[in-house]
């Protein structure tokens, strides 16, 4: 199979993808991810495999994705149901949470979950409008308010302050609890992907399509400085700590970056990264044959991938002691994706 005809099944599965365009935008149940990563064949892969790492399904052997952990190993995302995708809680004890469509809709998608078991997703109406939601342990869903984003919100992460990332009315957007108004980081089209520390990060779109990289730090709208040629750049993650990775594109290849704070200078990175805990671990996924999920541990820079090595796979969150989530495809591609768990013997 032709690689870039792989890269797009692959993320077909799991993403809303675009096929061709020199910088397509495309968005994973949670995160939304602005880009899937491309391949890079003329890179040799990883050496070695992740020390101690073993993958659980968490599928219950339906189609599914995990999207997000917290410290107490809750997993949330989204599985089919009822010929409908549902998100999800996964308590520690392995319980599961159904989570059905907002009353009228037709999906629902699980994005992210805090460490007091506080949940955010996303609802979609048969005509594509969207409603972003919370929801706390023991209590029903809440609509964030949206009532000037036109039918096009979504809440992608939330952090342990209650701040919630997303978009609202095209815009990179967040709420500092469930119930304020939203707060538009900066007016233009784009997304917020994570919040951390009551700082929201993500990317806006420039006019020629390519997207930057913005932070809502505390004293203001921060463009991290990216490598010199980037013509394309987005923040994934954040560890509240100031700490971020993401993506950008230079000489038509998608890399990956690492920053210790906003403003400071990025570090390099071989692939887009994701997610990155509070200890400084870092996970990301890149195309391949197969496609490679990898986690770099703390104070390290080489990435290591996650088992099993002959199947593809994606990473996407990591938690405090360094539990990864995301998906992979036991049955191949056409099987769909099945929810993931990577876990080590020891926290970090």
């Given at each position: 199979?032709?690689?870039?005809?792989?890269?797009?099944?692959?993320?077909?599965?799991?993403?809303?993808?675009?096929?061709?365009?020199?910088?397509?935008?495309?968005?994973?149940?949670?995160?939304?991810?602005?880009?899937?990563?491309?391949?890079?064949?003329?890179?040799?892969?990883?050496?070695?495999?992740?020390?101690?790492?073993?993958?659980?399904?968490?599928?219950?052997?339906?189609?599914?994705?995990?999207?997000?952990?917290?410290?107490?190993?809750?997993?949330?995302?989204?599985?089919?149901?009822a010929?409908?995708?549902?998100?999800?809680?996964?308590?520690?004890d392995?319980?599961?949470?159904?989570?059905?469509?907002?009353?009228?809709?037709?999906?629902?998608?699980?994005?992210?979950?805090?460490d007091?078991?506080?949940?955010?997703?996303?609802?979609?109406?048969?005509?594509?409008?969207?409603?972003?939601?919370?929801?706390?342990?023991?209590?029903?869903?809440?609509?964030?308010?949206?009532?000037?984003?036109?039918?096009?919100?979504?809440?992608?992460a939330?952090?342990?302050?209650?701040?919630?990332?997303?978009?609202?009315?095209?815009?990179?957007?967040?709420?500092?609890?469930?119930?304020?108004?939203?707060?538009?980081?900066?007016?233009?089209?784009?997304?917020?992907?994570?919040?951390?520390?009551?700082?929201?990060?993500?990317?806006?779109?420039?006019?020629?399509?390519?997207?930057?990289?913005?932070?809502?730090?505390h004293?203001?709208v921060?463009?991290?400085p990216?490598?010199?040629?980037?013509?394309?750049?987005?923040?994934?993650g954040?560890?509240g700590?100031?700490?971020?990775?993401?993506?950008?594109?230079?000489?038509?290849?998608?890399?990956?970056?690492?920053?210790?704070?906003?403003?400071?200078?990025?570090?390099?990175?071989?692939?887009?990264?994701?997610?990155?805990?509070?200890?400084?671990?870092?996970?990301?996924?890149?195309?391949?044959?197969?496609?490679?999920?990898?986690?770099?541990?703390?104070?390290?820079?080489?990435?290591?991938?996650?088992?099993p090595t002959?199947?593809?796979?994606?990473?996407?969150?990591?938690?405090?002691?360094?539990?990864?989530?995301?998906?992979?495809f036991?049955?191949g591609?056409?099987?769909?994706?099945?929810?993931?768990?990577?876990?080590?013997?020891?926290?970090?």
């Open positions: 199979m032709p690689q870039t005809c792989r890269s797009a099944l692959l993320a077909a599965c799991v993403l809303t993808a675009a096929c061709d365009g020199p910088d397509r935008v495309t968005a994973t149940p949670a995160p939304r991810a602005p880009n899937a990563p491309s391949a890079d064949v003329s890179l040799p892969p990883p050496i070695g495999i992740a020390p101690g790492y073993v993958l659980t399904d968490i599928s219950g052997g339906v189609r599914s994705s995990a999207t997000d952990i917290d410290v107490h190993g809750w997993v949330v995302g989204s599985r089919g149901a010929g409908h995708e549902h998100g999800f809680i996964r308590h520690a392995g319980t599961v949470e159904d989570i059905p469509p907002l009353p009228g809709d037709v999906s629902t998608v699980a994005t992210g979950i805090n007091a078991g506080q949940v955010v997703g996303t609802s979609t109406a048969p005509n594509g409008s969207t409603r972003a939601w919370f929801k706390a342990p023991l209590d029903a869903i809440r609509v964030l308010w949206d009532a000037q984003c036109n039918g096009d919100t979504d809440a992608n939330i952090d342990n302050e209650g701040a919630i990332a997303g978009r609202c009315a095209h815009m990179p957007t967040y709420w500092p609890t469930y119930h304020d108004f939203p707060s538009v980081v900066y007016n233009a089209p784009g997304s917020t992907t994570d919040v951390g520390g009551i700082e929201p990060v993500g990317y806006v779109v420039q006019p020629n399509g390519t997207r930057v990289a913005i932070a809502d730090g004293y203001g921060v463009f991290p990216m490598p010199s040629g980037t013509t394309s750049s987005w923040i994934t954040t560890n700590s100031h700490a971020i990775v993401g993506g950008y594109t230079i000489g038509g290849v998608d890399r990956g970056f690492f920053a210790p704070s906003l403003g400071s200078a990025v570090q390099r990175l071989l692939h887009v990264a994701y997610g990155i805990s509070g200890q400084g671990r870092m996970v990301g996924w890149y195309v391949s044959i197969p496609a490679v999920a990898y986690t770099i541990a703390p104070n390290e820079i080489a990435e290591t991938p996650l088992p002959n199947l593809d796979r994606a990473a996407v969150r990591v938690n405090h002691c360094g539990s990864i989530v995301g998906w992979y036991p049955s591609l056409q099987g769909g994706p099945r929810a993931a768990l990577w876990k080590k013997p020891t926290c970090d």
